[in-house]
């Protein structure tokens, strides 16, 4: 049986989420017991709150990825100087790379022409975004494919650029130009 009992509520922005509580001590149970019982069970809260972030987050990022890989449109998104940091199955069977065959390049090099990049990059520099621009680029077989290239700046929470989303989509029927010579 219990003889002696001391609870707290663990609360979590004013919901019951749990308790923590003793019972059956040798002594009367003090108000500094209660006080640590009452720590505990605000540590346990946060402790649940942030379970929950997490799992929300790791829903979000599961999310996120399903998107990024279902899509019909080739998705790729960069850190600065054309670092890989995402590369979806449509990219990979638009352009023929892999994602672990673009760890190690810059993405730079699928552009066809480097002036039409350097003067894409400008103007993405300047405004932010691109939208729907044509590009000739390099499959890994190194034939020209004609895309059409919509471009986004990535920026975190202190709005500072981090990198870019680009979607690309081959034009219909020119799509694949003539081989070009190898390099």
């Excluded at 002036?115 to 890994?140: D, H, P, T, V, Y």
């Amino acid at each position: 049986p219990i003889h002696r009992f001391l609870a707290a509520p663990a609360l979590l922005q004013g919901e019951l989420i749990g308790q923590v509580a003793v019972a059956n001590a040798n002594r009367s149970y003090t108000e500094k017991d209660l006080a640590v019982i009452e720590l505990l069970a605000n540590i346990y809260a946060v402790a649940v709150q942030r379970k929950r972030e997490e799992e929300e987050i790791r829903g979000t990022r599961d999310l996120l990825e399903a998107i990024l890989e279902c899509s019909a449109e080739a998705i790729g998104v960069f850190g600065h100087g054309g670092r890989l940091i995402e590369w979806n199955r449509a990219a990979t069977e638009l352009f023929g790379y892999t994602r672990s065959d673009l760890e190690t390049r810059s993405i730079y090099e699928i552009y066809a022409d480097p002036n039409a990049l350097e003067s894409m990059l400008a103007k993405l520099r300047q405004e932010g975004r691109i939208r729907r621009q044509e590009m000739r680029m390099l499959r890994k077989d190194r034939r020209e494919l004609m895309c059409e290239l919509s471009i986004n700046v990535l920026k975190d929470k202190e709005w500072r650029v981090i990198g870019s989303v680009t979607v690309v989509v081959p034009l219909p029927k020119n799509a694949i130009m003539a081989s070009l010579p190898a390099a």
